[in-house]
């Protein structure tokens, strides 16, 4: 039920995530999610693509530093409060979101939510007790 | 004025003779006393009956920081522990510090250099000296106090940083003289600005400045916005700390070495070989009264040349051009050494960090900075940026506890530092001293 991500490290400064997408273009890779942590030195690019392996490699080719790890996709409805609801499982498992990103279906309809969490295993088995839809990797390649 | 008159002004001649006795009894004494020196004099094919005139020091073996290292910590010294009263150390170019020791003799001898070096730069008993040099393992605090007592100066020890304190005690204390690194008393002449001190109208009227390199132009600036005469002093605690050569007010021209105490030779650091008169080469220095730690053809690695002729203040003794840089890596950053090879045995010893590095030294404003740009590699990356802050933290934390310096740590991509076949430039060093 998790969803593979691959991490680049980036220095903070002009052209370089330019660079990483002409790499991925080059390759022919689809990104699907990502969302970028930044410090003022530096920055982690954080991308779900349509083939996880052919793009680490890729970026690894070219010289990028690059780490692969599982995060978890849950879909809720498109509407006020849905995110509160997933927080408020998460919560009172005393689980800890180390960072999460969201994008919406083209749909319309469905929003995704991306979730690290410190303790992967428990917090998929929170919210598949409470119903949350969690999305299978293969799913999110493919969207 | 002169502290010394009959030491620091005999003729050449008389110097000399005076020098060659003392040679010749240190080389026999550390010939019987020290294991290290007896089997580098056998190996060199030499023995202490075979120094028949001054230039037969040339057949001595150096002796190198390296050899410091390998007699961690006490190896070298030619007397019991019992007779030795005080221990100094300085960084050495690896994990482990070089130790030095004295004899109540050998703090007698150091008082009475710096005693003469505080009047080469016009002081007397009457004047307040403020010494900001570091109280501690370096020689500069310890060895300036001595100094300024022997002289009967009244002395302020004030030890390094609280500048604020330090501003305060300036305006306050009325000191006359001031000892520090040339970077501090530029810092201290900002800082005292910033607070909307006056730092001309402070009664100093002297700096005598030294523990790393500093420029004509660096002077000019001290004195411009301190208002003062300043001095440059030359020293290392290998070969007794601070007043080994001291500039003279009158000549402001070289720094006079007080041969009756130390040899001083200029050498090609290739060859090992005499470079001609007045050229640049690496100071060698030999202890000639030291009784605790004797030291003979020490290769100190700093380059500078020697003027023989004679200068205006009196005094016969050679002067050493100001020191023009190193021949080997070493830096000094804000007073402290620091060897490149120290920082990358730091760097090995953080859990998956790779030797590729670079450190770039900087002068923002007056002070010196570091930065320690290191790449990043899988070993260290996670997708979580606590994860890399925590490297950076832990190698900042670590260079201070073992180096003493203040580093900022960036993070580079893999790969981007140059890579070296051969002897690595792995020091960018932008200031302009």
Known sequence: ?143 | MIFDEEFETLPREALEALQLKRLQQVAERVYHTVGFYRNAFDEAGVTPDDIKTLDDIRRLPFTTKKDLQDNYPFGLFAVPMGNVIRLHASSGTTGKPTVVGYTKRDIDTWSVLMARSFVASGLTRNDIIHNAYGYGLFTGGLGAHYGAERLGASVIPMSGGSTKKQILILQDFGPTAICCTPSYALYLAEQGEEMGVDMKSLRLRVGILGAEPWSEQMREEIEERLGITALDIYGLSEIIGPGVAIECKEGRSGLHVFEDHFIVEAINPATGSPVKNGEIGELVFTTLTKEAFPLIRYRTRDLSKLVRTPCRCGRTLTRMARVSGRSDDMLIIRGVNVFPSQIESVLLGIEGLEPHYQLIVEREGTLDTLEIRVEVSEKIFSDQVRGLQQIERRITKDIKDYLGVTAAVKLVEAKTLERFEGKAQRVIDKRRI
């Open chain 1, 1 to 143: 039920m998790k969803v593979e991500q691959i991490s680049i490290f980036l220095e903070n400064k002009p052209g370089g995530l330019e660079y990483v997408t002409r790499v991925l273009k080059n390759a022919n890779i689809n990104i699907r999610a990502l969302s970028l942590a930044d410090t003022s030195d530096f920055g982690i690019l954080r991308l779900i693509v349509n083939d996880t392996e052919r793009a680490e490699k890729s970026l690894q080719d070219e010289g990028f530093t690059v780490r692969r790890s599982f995060v978890v996709a849950v879909e809720i409805p498109d509407r006020p409060g849905g995110l509160h609801s997933i927080v408020e499982t998460l919560s009172r498992k005393g689980i800890n979101i180390e960072y999460t990103y969201a994008f919406v279906e083209r749909s319309g309809e469905n929003a995704i939510i991306i979730f690290r969490f410190d303790r992967t295993e428990e917090a998929i088995a929170a919210l598949q007790e409470n119903g949350f839809v969690i999305l299978p990797g293969k799913k999110i390649y493919s969207l």
